[in-house]
């Protein structure tokens, strides 16, 4: 009898109607409904909440547009259903979603596969489900035989997918199960040279699991590899396009939350990423294994990440918060939030410089026990690094920047540690270093330093963000760097930015004290910060 329903609901699902009342009802979509509770696989057909299927009588099946599969709210549903060449539309999108009152239906596998694949389809919107693959992986969105657009997903709890310590970094190009994720877009190297485009993640949850969302254009793999030496645009990259990743709480995770890889146009916005790359990717020696990092972009062009918070990192190797890694061009970290990682910032060109990439209005709070890198591998070009706060950040190096701005930026350092640049750098290549306030430690002659000194800022509290606004009497107050190419009207705080200051505070500054160094407390500070540099130094840690 099982047979016969799963042949029934093929036949339903790729809407095989004979009369002018069925077209009629095909048009509108077809309603299926699935309930672990109260649902009868033998004399149930599924097309009302009375007559639903107890579990999903298919794994691979075609659904038209219109079409809708409901999970009974309170079931559990063993499931690896794929979905293939499935097209809704724009006014008549396919959904997969919850119906009834109480829980999200938890959709599970224990298989080493995912829950759900969609291939080659567009217009599907997944929402109000839960969602764990203890031994897989959540969702694999592919494009194999043609183009995959407008694929949502919404208001979904991911967890429990494979959450296990590793001695290497994940396969990518092996399913959302491979990748141990939540979710996979492609892989890496893809599949096929089609795009997902208009892909969107929005109000879910991601934890406990080896990764979040990884998501991935592809490039002609016929013209060589990446790694082989080429110029990413020599192998004819195929960019995922408008990618939207909004509202997500990522936490808890061995290795990495989001991947913005080969995609154009593509916006991680208003999201948290706490206690991810939990793995520490060292041996039994310390030597460092593998690298992860939180949220970062790999071969994508026009993308941005903003208005997000990302704590608590350990990966060694890297663990950083912005990382402009692999041919990244015109790509954006803004209104940033970053505390307690490993090191805020260590970019990776791969073979050659990238052109155009932005880091501004950022906060990076205690981000110090890396060192942290303006410009890694072949180096930036164009780079804009502008009105940031960092504090307790270890060395920080501004070495490999072409024609690039690093001003009016507030850099609080560990004690012992130091801001470094090279002659070429600063005096040959072009670029603008000036505005800066570097406290705490000692600088190099030419790092663009214009106050070194109290920044002056609002609380003492290392926890609050608003404690690094500045005091109106704060020496930084009016006094940065005109940049005629900042076009943002709003300060990391929300506030309007009424103020050309030094830090991400852009306001007219607050009622706080400003407390000035005594002479005594800048001599001690001085002597404690030389022999820290020492220390340091003797011991292979400068």
């Known amino acids: 009898m099982k047979k016969h329903l799963s042949l029934l609901f093929c036949l339903l699902l790729v809407g095989v109607c004979a009369s002018p009342a069925a077209s009629l009802a095909a048009a509108r979509g077809t309603v299926y409904y699935i309930d672990a509770l109260d649902g009868n696989d033998e004399t149930g057909d599924g097309l009302s909440p009375e007559t639903a299927w107890k579990t999903v009588p298919v794994t691979e099946c075609t659904l038209q547009a219109g079409d809708s599969v409901l999970f009974r709210r309170g079931g559990t549903y063993p499931c690896t ?9 724009e006014e008549a ?25 969609l291939f080659d389809c567009s217009y599907v919107t997944v929402c109000n489900l839960e969602i764990t693959a203890p031994n897989g992986g959540g969702i694999w969105i592919d494009a194999l035989t043609a183009p995959s657009e407008n694929i949502a997903l919404e208001r979904l709890t991911i967890h429990h997918i494979q959450n296990r310590k590793m001695t290497a970094r994940d396969n990518l190009s092996a399913g959302a199960a491979g990748a141990r994720a939540c979710v996979m877009v492609k892989g890496l190297p893809a599949r096929s040279l089609y795009p997902v485009d208009g892909f969107t993640v929005k109000d879910c949850e991601m934890y406990d699991c080896g990764n979040g969302v990884s998501l991935w254009g592809a490039y002609d793999q016929s013209l060589g590899s990446p790694w082989g030496g080429d110029v990413f645009g020599d192998l004819a990259p195929v960019y995922n396009k408008n990618a939207l990743i909004r509202d997500t709480y990522f936490h808890d995770m061995d290795a990495e939350a989001v991947i913005i890889g080969i995609c154009d146009g593509a916006l991680m916005t208003h999201c948290r990423v706490i206690d991810c ?8 020696n310390g030597e460092v294994l593998y690298f992860t990092a939180a949220a970062w972009f790999w071969g994508s062009e026009n993308s941005t990440i903003e208005y997000c918070e990302i704590a608590g990192q350990k990966n060694v190797g890297d663990g950083m918060t912005v990382d402009f890694d692999s041919w990244s061009n015109h790509c954006t970290y803004q209104y940033i939030y970053s505390h307690d990682n490993v090191r805020f910032m260590c970019n990776n060109a791969q073979n050659t410089r990238q052109v155009g990439n932005v880091v501004r209005y950022c906060l990076s709070v205690n981000d110090d026990r890396g060192r942290n890198k303006l410009a890694g591998g072949a180096g930036e070009e164009n780079l804009l690094f502008y009105n940031n706060t960092i504090v307790g950040s270890q060395r920080f190096d501004l070495d490999n920047i072409y024609d690039s701005f690093f001003v009016n930026n507030i850099i609080v350092m560990r004690d012992g540690y130091r801001m470094n640049t090279d002659f070429h750098t600063y005096y040959r290549d072009g670029n603008v270093i000036a505005g800066n306030c570097c406290y705490n430690c000692f600088t190099d002659v030419q790092a663009g330093i214009k106050y070194n000194t109290v920044p002056g800022f609002s609380g ?48 007219a500054g607050t009622d706080a004290p400003y407390a000035r160094e005594t002479l005594c407390v800048k001599l001690a500070r001085f002597f404690r910060m030389l022999l820290d540099l020492l220390r340091n130094a003797f011991a292979g840690k400068k």
């Not at 999108?93 to 694949?117: H, K, M």
């Not at 790359?277 to 039994?284: A, H, I, N, R, S």
């Open 93 to 117: 999108p396919i959904r997969i979603t919850a119906y009834g009152e109480g829980d999200a239906p938890l959709l599970t596998t224990d298989a080493p596969t995912e829950v759900l694949r």
């Open 460 to 507: 003492d509290d290392e926890t609050a963000p608003a404690s690094f606004m500045l005091s109106k009497d704060s020496p930084l107050i009016g006094t940065g760097y005109k940049l005629a190419l900042d076009d943002c009207t709003t300060d990391f705080f929300g506030n309007e930015i009424v103020s050309r200051n030094i830090g991400c505070y852009g306001g």
């Open 81 to 89: 259903l794929t979905l293939r060449n499935s097209r809704g539309t």
């Open 277 to 284: 790359c939990q793995g520490e990717g060292v041996d039994e």
